[in-house]
C-alpha cells in the first residue's frame, strides 16, 4: 500500500482564520497512527502572492512526512519559490518531482502568471516526458497539478479550469505506469477521468464552493464547512481515495 495525502487551496492570508484551519489538517495528518508515505499540496498556498503570507505559509506546512508544494493561480512563483521552496527567485514555471520507494509524483505547474484560468506549458510537458522516460518501467506515477482539465460543472471554477489539454493527454495516453492525476482549485472534492485515467480533485482547507445545482441564484461559497483533505491509496496501479473533513 502507498498512502498520499493531498491538501489543496489553503489560501493563507495572513490572517488567523485560515491559518488556523491548515494547522488543523496539519495536525491530523501528522498525528496519523499509520503516517501517509508523502504529502502533496496542490496550489493556491497563499490569498495574494505576498511574501508575509508565504511566511506563514511556510510556518504552518511543516511536517516530518516528504512533501511537495505546488502553485495555483493565487500565487506568484517569486516569492513561492524564495519563501517556500528556499530557492533564487524565478517567474519560470515551478516543476518539482519525489521518488518514494516504486512511485514518482510528478508536481507540474499549471499557473498562469497574471492569470486565473491554467495551462500546462511547453517546457512543463517537456519536464513531464522527460521525468516520465529517466523513471524505471516498474514505477508506479502520479502526477499532480492546480487547474482540472476536466469540467466539474462548477459555476466558479469551469472559466478558469485547464486550457490546453491535448499535449497533456497524449502524453497520460501514452505511458501505462500512471496510475492517476490529481490536482485543486475547486474547493470540493470530487472524482472523474481524464485520458483513460482516474483524475481526482482535493478539496480545500479554507472554503468549499458548491456545484451548479445548489443554487439558482449563483455560485454558493461555504466558509463555514470545516476544513478537508484527501487520502489516496495506490493499490497496485488501482487508486482508492478518501476524502476526509476535520472539525474543531
Known amino acids: 500500500m502507498f498512502l498520499l495525502a493531498q491538501i489543496s487551496d489553503t489560501h493563507f492570508d ?13 495536525a491530523f495528518v501528522n498525528g496519523l497512527p499509520t503516517p501517509p508515505d508523502a504529502i502533496v499540496v496542490t496550489g493556491d498556498i497563499v490569498d495574494h502572492g505576498l511574501v508575509a503570507e508565504y511566511e506563514q505559509a511556510r510556518a504552518v506546512l511543516q511536517s516530518p512526512i516528504p512533501m511537495l508544494i505546488g502553485p495555483g493561480n493565487h500565487d506568484d512563483r517569486a516569492p513561492f519559490r524564495e519563501v517556500l521552496l528556499g530557492e533564487a527567485a524565478s517567474t519560470a514555471p515551478s516543476n518539482q518531482s519525489l521518488r518514494v520507494r516504486d512511485v514518482l509524483v510528478l508536481l507540474a505547474d499549471s499557473s498562469i502568471p497574471g492569470a486565473p484560468q491554467g495551462a500546462l506549458a511547453p517546457e512543463t510537458i517537456a519536464w513531464l516526458q522527460a521525468e516520465l522516460d529517466q523513471a524505471p ?60 485515467r482516474p483524475l481526482r480533485i482535493g478539496p480545500s482547507t479554507a472554503a468549499t464552493l458548491a456545484p451548479a445545482w445548489e443554487s439558482a441564484d449563483g455560485p454558493v461559497v461555504d466558509c463555514d464547512a470545516p476544513p478537508s483533505l ?12 478518501h476524502f476526509r473533513t476535520v472539525g474543531n
Do not use: N, W
Request: aromatic content about 6%; some cysteine; hydrophobic content about 45%.
Open 230 to 241: 484527501a487520502f489516496h491509496v495506490l493499490d497496485g496501479m488501482r487508486i482508492v481515495t
Open 14 to 26: 495572513g490572517t488567523d482564520r485560515y491559518r488556523e484551519r491548515a494547522q488543523r489538517i496539519m
Open 137 to 196: 518501467r516498474d514505477t508506479r506515477v502520479v502526477i499532480a497539478f492546480h487547474h482540472p482539465p476536466a469540467t466539474l460543472f462548477s459555476p466558479i471554477v469551469d472559466p478558469i479550469k485547464l486550457t490546453t489539454i491535448e499535449s497533456l493527454a497524449a502524453l497520460v495516453r501514452g505511458d501505462d505506469r500512471i496510475a492517476a492525476l490529481l490536482c485543486g482549485h475547486a474547493h470540493t472534492a470530487a472524482a472523474s477521468i481524464f485520458a483513460g
